[in-house]
């Protein structure tokens, strides 16, 4: 059984920083893509920064230039860092990874809570 903890989350004033981890443990094989969502409250979950297993990099443009996703492959987490933030940071972040365990799957995290006060 594979599955995905996050942490990390909490309340920052604006212009401060958090750093985001997500562990995936269990029978994994390999692990491909690993990926940072967000859903504030009332809108839909949004993609905010992705990584492949070959360490490029992709951002939402709103986090660009402020936001930086890593990963450790030998410790199987993947890292958000997350600098200058702003109040419509404000979510639940998603951790999604595509893993291979006994057959490839797409598993997600439970969700960490980010606040960002004004």
């Known amino acids: 059984q594979v599955q995905l903890v996050e942490s990390g989350g909490g309340l920052v004033q604006a212009g401060g920083s958090l750093r985001l981890s997500c562990a995936a443990s269990?029978?994994?094989?390999?692990?491909?893509?690993m990926n940072w969502y967000r859903q504030a409250p009332g809108k839909e979950r949004e993609l905010v920064a992705a990584i492949t297993s070959g360490d490029s990099t992709n951002y939402a443009d709103s986090v660009k230039g402020r936001f930086t996703i890593s990963r450790d492959n030998a410790k199987n987490t993947v890292y958000l860092q997350m600098n200058s933030l702003k109040p419509e940071d404000t979510a639940v972040y998603y951790c999604n990874a595509d893993i291979i365990s006994r057959s490839r799957k797409d598993y997600w995290g439970q969700g960490t809570q980010v606040t960002v006060s004004s």
């Open positions: 269990g029978s994994i094989f390999s692990i491909y893509a």
